[in-house]
């Protein structure tokens, strides 16, 4: 009997707490499971309110929903608290759970818990977390899996679980919000892109943000497969002593058990070559380590060399993450609105081949930006600095490179236009949080689109 079936004998309570994608998946879950639920959002909006009212009008055992805040009396008598990632461990509802000694439990172990039985392929990092999880999942369906991308990918694992067939792997991004609290995650296989500072808005230091990274090794056995990025040595570090088959991939040359061979252009495999770079559809040597991550993951579980070149052949680019949008005049427009953080835009800006203006800004999460004038100063034309980081990135850059101040995000991208000359392109590669002008990374994406898209 696992928890879930614990809780519908007990006839308790379960909390949740959110009411975006993932809170609601847990409830719509929970309650095909019979347990009653209580949901609560600290927040109120339209959204929130039309949220909570097609809770209610569902059919089955009711749901009690309250928005614009949290019943602590009710929480603290739970059977346990499911979270939504967003919500931070110093949230009041989370701390009053935890000292009532509450159970907390992010949404995803609870989508993780309904499917105990499906194999599971998960991949966390500070970035590549999306592009790996998008690529394992193509690469299970080309070699004749059935399989589902979830998790912070964007499709909540209780979604999942109430799906019908069910899958049969499921492909899992897990950021550090939702490690946290997934204590009982086993996968078949882990993948650990590589590690960096980011989300130092949230987490006290770096090293308690790498240690929620650690948390996907917490129940690490004998039996465990493990992927990680030789070329990375805070992963290398990370790993060292976990229980475990480790696997190692490098794509700066060095030889591992996946690995890129620059002599010859190729990615290498256990000692054969798997598919030219030419071949792979995609931008960059970070992606070149994406895919040599995904395949060692897959080819550890039994899928071959063919089919694994034929899916990584016939993958594209996920949405806002080195996406070409179109040329307009002889100017290629990228959106890389999923760059959140200095690594991942540093990462971008060395993708890049052709000369380029870059739009920076949004809210600041904790890095300095002085780490980009090196790779910026290779070929980029200028910097377009917006939103709440704005004067910051500025006074970082500045010196070293020209930087335009732009105001609304159709200022933005109008000032890019002028800037960038026939040849050249426009990189969204913003290394912040969207929260200042948008509701998330995807709306901000979204919207760069459509502006390129009404040129």
């Known amino acids: 009997m696992n928890r879930l079936d614990d809780w519908r004998a007990s006839g308790r309570e379960v909390s949740v707490a959110g009411l975006a994608r993932s809170g609601t998946a847990a409830a719509r879950l929970l309650r095909a499971r019979g347990i009653p639920v209580y949901v609560s959002d600290a927040g109120i909006s339209d ?38 990632p967003g919500i931070p461990p110093d949230a009041a509802v989370v701390r009053a759970a935890a000292d009532a000694g509450v159970l907390i439990l992010a949404e995803a172990q609870l989508g993780l818990d309904a499917m ?75 993948i650990l892109t590589n590690l960096a500072p980011d989300h130092l808005d949230r987490y006290p230091t770096l090293a308690s943000y790498y240690a929620d990274k650690a948390r996907l090794f917490t129940n690490a056995s ?23 088959r480790h696997l190692a991939f490098a794509a700066a040359g060095t030889r591992a058990d996946a690995w890129y061979d620059r002599g010859t252009a190729t990615l290498m495999l256990a000692g054969q070559a798997l598919l030219a770079r030419a071949e792979l559809p995609l931008l960059g040597d970070h992606n070149v380590a994406n895919a040599l991550a ?17 899916g990584l052949a016939t993958f594209r680019p996920l949405r806002h993450r ?26 971008a800006i060395q993708a890049m ?3 380029f203006v870059l ?8 890095e300095p930006y002085v780490d980009l004038v090196g790779p910026l100063c290779q070929h980029a034309q200028a910097v377009v600095a917006y939103g709440e980081a704005g004067d910051l990135i500025e006074h970082d850059l500045g010196h070293a490179i020209r930087v335009v101040r732009g105001t609304t995000f159709e200022d933005v991208v109008a000032k890019a236009r002028v800037l960038a000359k026939p040849g050249a392109a426009v990189l969204l590669s913003p290394a912040c949080s969207s929260y200042d002008m948008f509701d998330n990374y995807e709306q901000r994406g979204a919207t760069f689109r459509a502006l390129v898209e009404e040129m």
Do not use: Y
Not at 234 to 243: L, M, T
Not at 322 to 347: C, F, H, Q, Y
């Open 47 to 84: 959204v929130l309110l039309a949220a909570a009212e097609a809770l209610r009008a569902e059919p089955g055992p009711n749901v009690m929903v309250d928005v614009g805040g949290h019943d602590l009396a009710r929480v603290v008598t739970s059977a346990a608290l499911i979270l939504s």
């Open 116 to 190: 105990a039985e499906i194999p599971s392929i998960a991949v966390t990092g500070t970035n590549g977390k999306t592009t790996t999880t998008g690529l394992a999942d193509h690469l299970l369906r080309a070699s004749g899996r059935r399989s589902v991308a979830a998790g912070n990918i964007g499709n909540p694992l209780s979604a999942v679980a109430l799906a019908d067939p069910r899958p049969e792997w499921l492909a899992v991004e897990l950021s550090s919000f939702q490690l946290h609290d997934c204590p009982d995650l086993a996968p078949t296989v882990g």
């Open 359 to 366: 739009l920076l800004g949004g809210r600041h999460k904790g």
């Open 294 to 310: 995904a395949s060692l993951a897959l080819h550890a579980v039994g899928v071959d060399h063919a089919s694994l070149a034929d």
């Open 222 to 244: 004998a039996a465990s497969i493990w992927v990680s990025n030789l070329d990375d040595f805070d992963s290398r570090a990370i790993v060292a002593n976990v229980p475990g």
């Open 353 to 355: 081949q052709r000369p």
């Open 322 to 347: 080195m996406e070409p949008v179109r040329e307009v005049d002889g100017v290629l427009w990228i959106n890389d609105s999923k760059a959140t953080n200095v690594a991942s835009t540093r990462v």
